[in-house]
């Protein structure tokens, strides 16, 4: 059963675009929503998180949007640049006892030149 | 402060053979969860131990398996190989079991033959 469903899968964005990519979710017991950055032949990393009771979080050119009742939350990145080509995928963490991460399918972001 | 290391980095096996991956947590976690990673997926979460003890687990056989040691390092023990079991094995670390911030180390690709 998937979760957390993410798109778009893939994404090409010329230099100083903006990329948006998008999840929704179907479990209400996800308590904490963040999005990892991964780079070929690393693990990911952590980029930016939210908390169901804020509507958006913005990190420097990175801004999440969430929509509790829609149960919807997107990542857009502003000003993109070449350094930001990695795959991203968004989570949404379980408020029980694990407080496990359920991770999206990825979206592999490029950004030309 | 070290980061999250994992060992082996790549790793080939045959179909019913056993596999035992390791992963040191980085200094100051007490929590550490392991995923697997098919490709072109996200992680998938397998289980997490705290203090030693397993505090969760996800939709996998019992022939997975794990451990922590004292040090709040851990393994992951696969049984009985399956050509399915071919996946990036990540281990992710974190301060507490809120998991909040995962540190995820760079994986173990096992292949299966």
């Known amino acids: 059963q998937q979760q957390v469903k993410q798109s778009p899968q893939s994404l090409i964005v010329q230099k100083g675009g903006i990329s948006i990519i998008n999840c929704a979710y179907e479990n209400t017991a996800f308590d904490y929503f963040p999005w990892y950055q991964q780079f070929p032949g690393k693990g990911p990393a952590l980029l930016i998180a939210i908390r169901p009771d804020v509507s958006e979080k913005k990190e420097g050119r990175f801004t999440i949007s969430f929509n509790k009742s829609a149960k919807q939350f997107s990542l857009h990145i502003m000003d993109s640049q070449p350094g930001d080509s990695a795959t991203y995928f968004c989570a949404a963490r379980d408020s029980g006892s694990a407080r496990q991460l359920t991770f999206g399918s990825g979206t592999q972001l490029t950004v030309l030149p | 402060e070290t980061g999250v290391t994992q060992s082996p980095t790549h790793l080939i096996k045959t179909r019913g053979q056993q596999v035992t991956l390791r992963c040191s947590s980085q200094s100051g976690h007490n929590t550490v969860s392991w995923y697997q990673q098919a490709l072109g997926q996200g992680p998938q979460f397998i289980f997490q131990?705290?203090?030693?003890?397993?505090?969760g687990r996800g939709n996998f056989p019992p022939r997975f398996s794990g451990l922590q040691f004292p040090n709040y390092s851990s393994e992951l023990n696969v049984n009985a190989l399956e050509l399915d079991d071919s996946a990036l094995y990540l281990c992710a670390s974190s301060r507490d079991r809120a998991n909040e911030k995962l540190f995820f180390g760079s994986g173990t690709q096992l292949s299966v033959l």
């Open positions: 131990y705290y203090r030693e003890e397993e505090n």
